[in-house]
Nanobody, 118 residues
Framework: QVQLVESGGGLVQAGGSLRLSCAAS????QIWSMEWYRQAPGQERD?????????????ADSVKGRFTISRDSTENTVTVYLQMNNLKPEDTADYYC??????????WGKGTLVTVLS
């Protein structure tokens, strides 16, 4: 089992920045990748960013050049960060953290709301 705690969402003006965090605890040694998705009202949940255990990163085209993903590990926890710069109103969504373990078992966080005002 892996437990996830997300934080960092909020209200920001267009052009502003936010940093989301997702702290994973539990069987973190089995984590292969940590990912961010987002879901706008009435829309499907879309991939935003991924960082793997070997620090390979992948970003959706819509956020390249504005968002970065990084992670920090201790013996018992792994925290993934999503630094979001130059935010746009279309970035408004609930942002979800997802952890994928070796063997493809995955866990989702409860989400954190990001609202970007025009």
């Amino acid at each position: 089992q892996v437990q996830l705690v997300e934080s960092g969402g909020g209200l920001v003006q267009a052009g502003g920045s936010l940093r989301l965090s997702c702290a994973a605890s539990g069987r973190v040694f089995q984590i292969w990748s940590m990912e961010w998705y987002r879901q706008a009202p009435g829309q499907e949940r879309d991939f935003v960013a991924r960082i793997t255990r070997d620090d390979t990163t992948t970003l959706a085209d819509s956020v390249k050049g504005r968002f970065t993903i990084s992670r920090d590990s201790t013996e018992n926890t792994v925290t993934v960060y999503l630094q979001m710069n130059n935010l746009k109103p279309e970035d408004t969504a609930d942002y979800y953290c997802k952890v994928v373990q070796y063997g493809a078992t995955s866990y989702w966080g409860k989400g954190t709301l990001v609202t970007v005002l025009s």
